[in-house]
């Protein structure tokens, strides 16, 4: 079975700063990795996705992710965040067969100060 | 618009009336899936369907039901409520499982309140 931990249940940063949201997995086989971002009182959206090659992959509004095999880690990234990525961010992975269903991560909420 | 549709948004009810959610794609979508949220928990999966009239169970199915008659819907039944059911929901479909990853959109969510 796949688990997702996402180390953080809440990150509080400060307009501009950078910010790294960390999530491991574990799974016994080959699964592809998602980022979700969940903005109040709405559900959810795709941020990106790691399915293959290039291990640093790049999303919407100037997130990006690492995939790191070894360390089974998906890290979510941003230079330099904005009040608007104030939200819930959930990691998620999926097997590569099958129903390919997403299991997901306890989510991290984001908190922007100005 | 290309979306996902739940209704109602916001319930609130008593244990034991049974209540259905209702879901709808308008993508043709084969794969639709219902999951709760809850704090500390993130999402977990209830049941999930290939195609119609096929339906499977996910993580946390009892005390849930579903039905899968036509493609575009995908209805959310609770029986007999009772307040560990008390959880934000949600609806998401994709293409079809399986040969090629597609991606799953979200819909906006119910608030369901059993007291």
């Known amino acids: 079975a796949q688990s997702v931990t996402q180390l953080d249940s809440q990150v509080p940063v400060f307009e501009e700063a950078p910010v790294e949201l960390r999530c491991n997995y574990s799974?016994?086989?080959?699964?592809?990795l998602f980022w979700y971002v969940q903005y109040p009182n709405q559900g959810l959206q795709l941020l990106l996705k790691?399915?293959?090659?290039?291990?640093l992959v790049k999303g919407i509004n100037g997130f990006e992710a690492e995939f790191n095999k070894s360390q089974t880690s998906f890290h979510l990234r941003k230079p330099s965040v904005h009040i608007s990525d104030t939200a819930e961010y959930f990691c998620?992975?999926?097997?590569?067969?099958?129903?390919?269903?997403?299991?997901f991560g306890q989510g991290t909420r984001l908190t922007i100060n100005p | 618009e290309a979306q996902v549709t739940q209704n109602p948004r916001y319930l609130i009810t008593v244990t034991g009336k049974k209540l259905t959610v209702t879901c709808s794609q308008n993508m043709n979508h084969e794969y639709m899936s219902w999951y709760r949220q809850d704090p500390g928990l993130g999402l977990r999966q209830i049941y999930y369907?290939?195609?119609?009239?096929?339906?499977d169970k996910g993580d946390v199915p009892e005390g849930y039901k579903v039905s899968r008659k036509e493609k575009r819907n995908f209805p959310l039944i609770l029986e007999s409520p009772s307040p560990n059911q008390t959880s934000l929901y949600f609806c998401?479909?994709?293409?079809?499982?399986?040969?090629?990853?597609?991606?799953?959109?979200f819909g906006p969510g119910t608030r369901l309140t059993v007291t």
């Open positions: 790691y399915l293959s090659g290039s291990t």
């Open positions: 799974s016994s086989v080959s699964v592809y």
């Open positions: 998401a479909s994709k293409l079809r499982a399986g040969g090629g990853i597609y991606e799953q959109y």
């Open positions: 998620a992975v999926s097997i590569i067969q099958g129903a390919q269903k997403l299991v």
């Open positions: 369907s290939m195609n119609v009239e096929v339906t």
